[in-house]
Nanobody, 126 residues
Framework: VQLQASGGGLVQAGGSLRLSCAAS????????MGWFRQAPGKEREFVAV????????IYADSVKGRFTLSRDNAKNTVYLQMNNLGPEDTAAYYC????????????????????WGQGTQVTVSS
């Protein structure tokens, strides 16, 4: 399974970006797929995840109402639409996936995910 992330860039505060994560080698009709981010000197942080079997999406409080995770089944790709970006959103963003239907308490833990894409850098200037 390979995950290919793209869409990062430099944007001014208040702007928007859309990240993409294309999966190959497996169709995630079950399990979970989502996004984490990591700023320099900080631990990898949960952003959002979609639980396919439950049909639910969970967001970190810091991005709720600003970020939206969606999926294109035909392209086996998930997207992270990021609006009203602020300097605090500056980080490398990683898509992650796992075949398991992770329980609620595990969804926000990076170590629970088996598959990772390369990071795509998002930089928000003030």
């Amino acid at each position: 399974v390979q995950l290919q992330a793209s869409g990062g860039g430099l944007v001014q505060a208040g702007g928007s970006l859309r990240l993409s994560c294309a999966a190959s080698g497996h169709t995630f009709s079950r399990g979970v797929m989502g996004w984490f981010r990591q700023a320099p000197g900080k631990e990898r942080e949960f952003v959002a995840v979609r639980r396919w079997s439950f049909g639910s999406t969970i967001y970190a409080d810091s991005v709720k109402g600003r970020f939206t995770l969606s999926r294109d089944n035909a392209k086996n790709t998930v997207y992270l639409q990021m609006n009203n970006l602020g300097p605090e959103d500056t980080a490398a963003y990683y898509c992650a996936a796992d075949h398991a239907n992770l329980i609620q308490s595990s969804l926000r833990r990076a170590q629970e995910y088996d598959y990772w894409g390369q990071g795509t850098q998002v930089t928000v200037s003030s």
